[in-house]
């Protein structure tokens, strides 16, 4: 009998090491849960910035060639920073607040401009730039050979005072 428990053991053993063998991502505690296993394998990209500056941009744009004439005004924030990860080859990321959608655009990287766009709601612009200005802020984007895509800013580990 413990020949079989020994020998069930070894087979879970080794049904289990390949799963502990992908390598996390790094900064994989400030993921969500995966509660639908989407991210179950080891990310085919990652890109990982710390956050070293910002630009602000409201524009405002009219196309006078279009009949009744719509007027714009994209609200956008561009971050710049350093590549944290080793591979990363990420420079900047283009944060696009919408007013107007039910639903935001999926997370892209520009593997030519060296670019991420993200779409937020335009109710988290206050929330980003408040941690713009008060913490150190990182981007994440993660992409998984089953389609799977997350992207996210988050702070470091902050103490409470």
């Known amino acids: ?10 087979l879970a053993l080794s049904f289990s090491l390949p799963l502990a063998a992908a390598p996390a991502p790094m900064h994989g505690q400030f993921l969500p ?3 639908l296993a ?13 956050v070293t500056e910002y630009a602000v941009v409201v524009g405002n744009q009219r196309q006078s060639n279009q009949q009744p004439i719509p007027v714009t005004s994209p609200l956008m924030i561009r ?7 080793k591979g990363a ?27 991420l766009t993200l779409s937020y709601p335009v109710a988290q612009y206050r929330v980003i730039v408040d941690l713009l200005r008060n913490d150190t802020l990182y981007v994440q984007f993660l992409s998984y050979a089953n389609g799977h895509i997350w992207a996210d800013l988050h702070t470091g580990t902050v103490k409470s005072r």
């Not at 413990?2 to 070894?10: D, G, K, T, V």
């Not at 971050?79 to 990860?85: E, Q, R, T, V």
């Not at 420079?91 to 639903?103: G, H, T, Y």
């Open 79 to 85: 971050l710049k920073g350093k590549p944290l990860n």
């Open 38 to 50: 989407l991210r179950a394998e080891a990310p085919d990209q990652q890109q990982l910035l710390q």
């Open 1 to 10: 009998m413990s020949r079989l428990i020994r020998s069930c053991a070894m």
């Open 33 to 35: 849960p995966d509660d």
């Open 89 to 115: 080859t990420i420079a900047q990321v283009m944060l696009n607040f919408d007013a107007e959608s039910k639903s935001l655009k999926k997370p892209v990287f520009d593997e030519k401009t060296r670019t």
